[in-house]
Antibody, heavy 120, light 107 residues
């Protein structure tokens, strides 16, 4: 089955760090751009970051640039999001998503998300 | 940054009705790089349309997308019970931004 499964979410204190993971199965992820999208409670979708097939290009949304780092391990069919200097505004459900062939593209496959709560 | 404004915020309709959702961009969307998603609680978002009017695989015929430049629409010709959800538009012509969503609820 073609799917994405996120993990690594949880409760973290303000100023803390967290690393999210996304495991891809049923397809070879190194053929696709991949990304992260988040949804704060009661809010809409917000794009977080994208990464190229070989990891050589990375793009970030304004609200996370300089604090978050996207990476991938194609040998393990996995995607990661290192989140530092977390604040309450980063509380959200984080989705891993498969993009297509452009650096900015529609997302054709999504995981179910992993929840990150930033609170003291 | 291209801001997408969706209207209306909430729609209350009955199964069988026709509905048109609007997505307006603050500036022209390059190459009509506009997608629509359906999102139900507890589920992963589902891509419905890309390139403004290209239907994703498996999407029923009752869904259609149109528009260009700054004005885009998603139309559902006859609502089925499973269509009640939140719908988002997304532009990917200049970075990526999403609209705030339209909630389609059963009347």
């Amino acid at each position: 089955e073609v799917q994405l499964v996120e993990s690594g979410g949880g409760l973290v204190q303000p100023g803390g760090s967290l690393r999210l993971s996304c495991a891809a199965s049923g397809f070879t992820s190194d053929k696709f751009w991949m990304g992260w999208v988040r949804q704060a409670p009661g809010k809409g979708l917000e794009w977080v970051a994208n990464i190229k097939q070989d990891g050589s290009e990375k793009y970030y949304g304004d609200s996370v640039r300089g604090r978050f780092t996207i990476s991938r391990d194609n040998a393990k069919n996995s995607l990661f999001l290192q989140m530092n200097s977390l604040g309450a505004e980063d509380t959200a459900l984080y989705y891993c998503a498969r993009s297509q062939y452009l650096r900015f593209d529609a997302f054709d496959l999504w995981g179910h998300g992993t929840m990150v709560t930033v609170s003291s | 940054e291209i801001v997408l404004t969706q209207s209306p915020g909430t729609l209350s309709l009955s199964p069988g009705e026709r509905v048109t959702l609007s997505c307006r961009a603050s500036q022209s969307v390059s190459s009509n790089y506009l997608a629509w998603y359906q999102h139900k609680p507890g589920q992963a978002p589902r891509r419905l349309m890309f390139g403004a009017s290209i239907k994703a695989t498996g999407v029923p015929d009752r869904f259609s997308g149109s528009g260009s430049g700054t004005d885009f629409t998603l139309t559902i010709s006859r609502l089925e019970p499973e269509d009640f959800a939140v719908y988002y538009c997304q532009q990917y012509g200049s970075s990526i931004t999403f609209g705030q969503g339209t909630r389609l609820e059963i009347k």
